[in-house]
Structures are given as structure tokens and as C-alpha cells.
């Protein structure tokens, strides 16, 4: 990883060590007296431009320690930097973070700033009503236990083809065409799961009972009502979350199932079941895209260069700045993601890549927010150069599909369509998921003092409403704790139906780009731009997108999606 600022400090000295509070205490002592005496909004501007200067070197520190812990979460060393950050760091400066905000806030000249910083002042004066020093010390607890989940999870493996293999190289198997082979994979992915289920169902209730806590302590009567305001939920509310899950349930649900009886079909099974979900149907041979993760780089260079050469020169910041670790291996965190290291305004995209046609949707998706990151590092204050996670997933969700009609960097023309086909049911299969986690944690959350069966109850009645047709006769228990694998619930709380609105919004610029191409990557780049100084429904707007997740937006987007599979289906 090579990087630098992105600007000169103005503010900060260039040696600070920003992990030891000795230092940082200085810091912010001269936050606080430079602003008690602006004395204009042209002062006030100059100390939010010195106050994002430190956020941002903070910001980056912390993403460093945590990139670095999960890229190695059984290196010790990096553990301890990590969580030095999460129970020394963290809890001393909530509260001085805290005091400026609520400092400035006070001020008179805040109301005077011009329109551009109208969302960040909505956001200040959020945060500064929901805040409470006593939830420091128990959002520090949160942190230590979710990252007790990290461990666990990464800890993980099986034996298997003789050697000690991750679960997510024993994904692959479940795409090869031996359905014995695939059963046998299955059944022991799944009793390793097990092994863990009690350990994470303790470890999840000490986390109901604090968040519960910190809900109380800010003022809200559960925590759904205070996730909505602390996630700064402006634009909509639980209960257009549950309109929307039923207008999945009503549009998406038969479509699903519809897909799987076809499957069902070609498969020529009697029954289906769950180790006969991600093999090809027509009995091809799984889609192996690459060998190397350095040959998945330079094929995704190739494509967002033929895309649009503004993705190419964003990509190529990536490449060389070494700015990625894509390889699968024991005592590596499981799944993916994108962390911007916020002063030097360059994105880092994290993997588990073992060369299934997953990786490929996977470097798209964490492309997308690695281009965001890059299309917004010019904004001046540091709240604007990220922006609601339900248009951040726009920018990947959005370029996954964009960039599918050019896999042919990887593929065979016919393997092209293939790949677009079962990405395309894939985002089907998506919507009830999603619909399924997000009422799983509507339920939880509003239903204080419920029990393990309990809750493993309601799960599996969601299940039943948004599930799919297969038979988990003999693995009732595996079915019952199946979220365990979904670490949103254990780590971001209600982070999930973003993932959702986002990905209606994806396909309505899938939508345009099958009319217009360069109209629709246009577009992308402008609302990409704007990073969160906007509201969220602006957002979409300056995207060219509707804001609207009910079944006016769904129906006919479902229908388009169900014409285009018949298309590449031919």
C-alpha cells in the first residue's frame, strides 16, 4: 500500500501519532479555543476546514488498524493495534468530538453558513441530540464483541479433499456438477457452522442488551427508532421499510420461486436442496474467471477502460498504489469491502478471492464504491466525501451492472451471457433475502426480552414468507441459525435494506444504460461527485433515479429484469 495526503496539512503537525491521546489532547484543546473566537462565517468556515482536516487523519488511522486486523486476524500485533483504537482511542474522543459539535451547534454564525453545508448541519444537530457520554464505554463494548465475531468467523475451517480448507474455498464446491461431491461439502460447511451456533447466539445477546441500553439512554423507546436517527434515516421510516418488504413478497417472491422450479427442472432432481442452489442448471462447469487475483485486476482494468476511460484512470489509482488484498486465506475476515483512507482520498478494496464468478461481481461491486470515493475526493469537508450508504451502494450495485455486458474480459462470448444471466437471477434471489434480514431485525429490535427459540422461531417463519422451494428435511437446526452467516446483523445493526433501496436504483440505471450508455455513465459520475452534500433523494435525482421503493418502482423494473433473462437465455 503506497500512499500520501491528498493535500498539506494546514492544521495538524505532520508527526502527530494520532493513536496516543497525549498528542491528540493538544489537538483538540486548539479546535475548541479557535472556535470560540470566530468571529465570522468566514472564520467558522476556516475551522470546519481545520476540524475535517483532523477527521479525516483520524478517520484514516482507524481504517488502517482495521484493514490491517482483518487482512490477519490471528496476528496478535495487529489485534492490539486495532483494538487499542476501539477501547482507548474511540471512547476518549467521543466525547470531546462530542463538545465541538455541540459547541457548534451553539454558535450563532452555524445558522449563517451558506446552503452548501445544509446537510451537514442537519447532521450535527442530530448527533448532538442523540449522543450520551454514558453509551461510550457500551458502544466500545459493541465494538469489542463484533469483533469477537470477526474472530470466529475467520477462524473457521474444515477438513476436506484431505487438507484444512476456509469456507469460502469450500464455496466453490457447491458449484461443481458432482452432487454427491457438493452434498458432502455442504454437510460439512454446516456442521462446522454449528459447532459455533451457541457461542454466537450468547455472543448476540450481550449485544441486544447493550444496544437495548443505549437506545434507552438516548431517549428512544426501542433501538429501531434510534438506528433510524443515529443512521440519519431523513428520508424515510421503519414502516415504509415494511412496505417494502411486502412489496417484495409480492413481486419478487413468485418470481424467485419461479426460477428455482426451473431449476428444479433442468436439474432433473426430485427434490431440491440446499447443496443445489448455486450449481449451473444447464450442467456446465462452474465459471472459473481467473487463477490469480493479479489476472483479476488487469481484466478489471480492461473493462472499466473500455466502459469509460474516467473508471480506467480511477482503476488505475488502485493498481498503482497497490491500494488491495484480494486473496482467500486462514485467519483472514470473511467477505469483502471497500474502506477509504480518508486523508490521502484513495479507496481500498478487501476480498476473499478463490476465482469463482463471485469475485468478478464482488471486484465490480467494491469498484463502484472505490470510484465514489475517488469521484468525491474533491469536496472540502470530510462528511461530504461519503455519502448515505443507500446511494453508496448505487455506485457498486450500479456498476456491477453496468459492467456486465463487458466480461468478455474474462469470458467467452457465451459465457458472457451466462454470467449476466445468473447475475441477473442473483439479484432476484437478492430482494427476499434482503427483505428476510431487515424484518428479521425490525422483529428483534421492537421485541425486547424474546429468547433464542424465540427468535430462531421468527426467523424461520420469514423463511416461510420469503424463502425459497427447497427442502432443509433433516437440517431444521442449520435453517433455524442460518443469519449467523449474514454479519451485518451481529456488526451494523439495520445496515441491510440500504442494500435494497440501493439496488432499486441500480437497475433503474441499468434501465437507462440499455437505452443510452454514455447518457447513463454520466449521470453515475455527476451523482458520484456530490458525495453526500446532497440529500438522499437528491442523490438519486442528480443520478437520473427515481427515490421510491414501493411496487410503482418494483413491478416493472421485475418485469424488465424477467424480459432480459428471456433475451440472454436465447
Given at each position: ?269 426430485e427434490t431440491l436442496r440446499p447443496w443445489d442452489l ?83 461481481e464482488t471486484m465490480l461491486h467494491e469498484a463502484g ?202
Amino acid at each position: 500500500m503506497q500512499t500520501s495526503h491528498f493535500a498539506p496539512r494546514q492544521f495538524l503537525p505532520e508527526t502527530i501519532d494520532l493513536t496516543d491521546t497525549t498528542q491528540l489532547g493538544p489537538i483538540f484543546d486548539k479546535l475548541s479555543s479557535e472556535l470560540n473566537r470566530a468571529a465570522s462565517v468566514d472564520d467558522l468556515e476556516k475551522w470546519l476546514a481545520h476540524h475535517s482536516e483532523v477527521s479525516a487523519a483520524l478517520a484514516e488511522s482507524s481504517s488502517l488498524a482495521y484493514i490491517a486486523m482483518t487482512c490477519q486476524t490471528d496476528d496478535e500485533s495487529k489485534e492490539k493495534a486495532y483494538m487499542h483504537i476501539v477501547e482507548v482511542v474511540d471512547p476518549w474522543l467521543k466525547p470531546r468530538q462530542f463538545a465541538l459539535m455541540q459547541k457548534l451547534s451553539q454558535s450563532p454564525l452555524f445558522r449563517q453558513l451558506p446552503p452548501f453545508y445544509e446537510v451537514f448541519q442537519r447532521s450535527v444537530e442530530t448527533q448532538v441530540k442523540i449522543y450520551r457520554e454514558e453509551n461510550v464505554a457500551r458502544e466500545t463494548q459493541v465494538a469489542k464483541l463484533t469483533q469477537q465475531y470477526q474472530k470466529i468467523s475467520g477462524a473457521m475451517t474444515v477438513h476436506f479433499d484431505g487438507q484444512e480448507q476456509t469456507l469460502a474455498r469450500m464455496g466453490r464446491i457447491q458449484e461443481e456438477p458432482d452432487r454427491s461431491r457438493r452434498e458432502a461439502a455442504w454437510k460439512a460447511v454446516t456442521k462446522r457452522r454449528l459447532q459455533d451456533a451457541d457461542k454466537l447466539e450468547e455472543l448476540f445477546d450481550q449485544l441486544l442488551v447493550l444496544r437495548n441500553k443505549i437506545s434507552h439512554a438516548a431517549g428512544f423507546s426501542d433501538f429501531r427508532a434510534y438506528t433510524f436517527a443515529n443512521y440519519e434515516r431523513f428520508d424515510y421510516t421503519p414502516e415504509d421499510c415494511l412496505k417494502f418488504h411486502e412489496a417484495i413478497e409480492h413481486n419478487v417472491v413468485p418470481l424467485a420461486r419461479e426460477l428455482q422450479k426451473e431449476r428444479k427442472r433442468k436439474l432433473g432432481v426430485e427434490t431440491l436442496r440446499p447443496w443445489d442452489l448455486a450449481v449451473d442448471p444447464d450442467h456446465r462447469p462452474p465459471l472459473r474467471p481467473f487463477a490469480e487475483s493479479s489476472e483479476l485486476v488487469e481484466k478489471s482494468h480492461r473493462i472499466f477502460s473500455i466502459l469509460d476511460p474516467r473508471l480506467g484512470d480511477y482503476y488505475n489509482v488502485l493498481r498503482r498504489q497497490q491500494l488491495v488484498d484480494l486473496d482467500n486465506r486462514k485467519g483472514k475476515a470473511p467477505g469483502g469491502y471497500q474502506s477509504t483512507l480518508a486523508e490521502a482520498r484513495v479507496p481500498f478494496i478487501f476480498m476473499n478471492a478463490v476465482g469463482v464468478h463471485r469475485d468478478v461481481e464482488t471486484m465490480l461491486h467494491e469498484a463502484g464504491h472505490a470510484f465514489h470515493a475517488l469521484a468525491s475526493r474533491e469536496l472540502p469537508l470530510h462528511a461530504y466525501r461519503s455519502a448515505p450508504i443507500e446511494f453508496c451502494e448505487v455506485a457498486s450495485m450500479g456498476m456491477e451492472l453496468l459492467a456486465a455486458p463487458h466480461l468478455r474480459a474474462f469470458y467467452s462470448e457465451e459465457d458472457v451471457k451466462r454470467a449476466r444471466r445468473d447475475h441477473l437471477e442473483g439479484v432476484i434471489k437478492f430482494f427476499p433475502w434482503m427483505a428476510t434480514v431487515d424484518a428479521f431485525q425490525h422483529w428483534i429490535y421492537t421485541h425486547p426480552g424474546h429468547s433464542p427459540d424465540e427468535r430462531a422461531d421468527y426467523w424461520l417463519s420469514l423463511m416461510d414468507r420469503f424463502g425459497g422451494i427447497e427442502d432443509w428435511s433433516g437440517y431444521e437446526d442449520a435453517r433455524a441459525h442460518i443469519w449467523h452467516r449474514q454479519l451485518h446483523i451481529f456488526e451494523i445493526p439495520f445496515y441491510y435494506v440500504e442494500y435494497g433501496i440501493a439496488q432499486l436504483g441500480a437497475l433503474q440505471l441499468w434501465q437507462t444504460s440499455r437505452r443510452d450508455l454514455p447518457a447513463a455513465l454520466d449521470h453515475y459520475l455527476k451523482g458520484l461527485g456530490l458525495g453526500g452534500s446532497r440529500p438522499l433523494p437528491e442523490l438519486f435525482q442528480a443520478t437520473g433515479l427515481a427515490f421510491d421503493f414501493t411496487d410503482k418502482t418494483i413491478a416493472p423494473l421485475m418485469r424488465n429484469v424477467k424480459e432480459a433473462l428471456v433475451e440472454l437465455a436465447a
